[in-house]
Nanobody, 124 residues
């Protein structure tokens, strides 16, 4: 699976962005998909994940109520809708894919495939 993240940019506090992760490969529909982020000088952290059908989603406490993760298996795409953005959301955002057997959805080591990252900058 190859992943390509896009949609990052510069936005003011309270604004919105929609990140897209386009995947290639025939196994996408069997992959758990996740988004992680890494701010400058900090470790990479879990943001959101969802199951193969999108029936179950998981969000970090810091983004719950503001971010939404979804997927379109017909288009091999995963989305991260980010609303009410805050300066502390500034980071490089990565999408990731976990093939079966699945690991913990909130742990980066469970994911075998990673995109290149897209920068999100929220100005105050």
């Amino acid at each position: 699976v190859q992943l390509q993240a896009s949609g990052g940019g510069l936005v003011k506090t309270g604004g919105s962005l929609r990140l897209t992760c386009a995947a290639s490969g025939r196994t996408f529909s069997r992959c758990v998909m996740g988004w992680f982020r890494q701010a400058l000088g900090r470790e990479r952290e879990f943001v959101a994940a969802l199951t193969t059908t999108g029936g179950s989603t998981y969000l970090a406490d810091s983004v719950r109520g503001r971010f939404t993760i979804s997927r379109d298996n017909a288009k091999n795409t995963v989305f991260l809708q980010m609303n009410s953005l805050k300066p502390e959301d500034t980071a490089l955002y990565y999408c990731a894919a976990d093939e079966p057997p699945y690991g913990s959805m909130v742990t980066e080591y469970a994911y075998e495939y990673w995109g290149q990252g897209t920068q999100v900058t929220v100005s105050s």
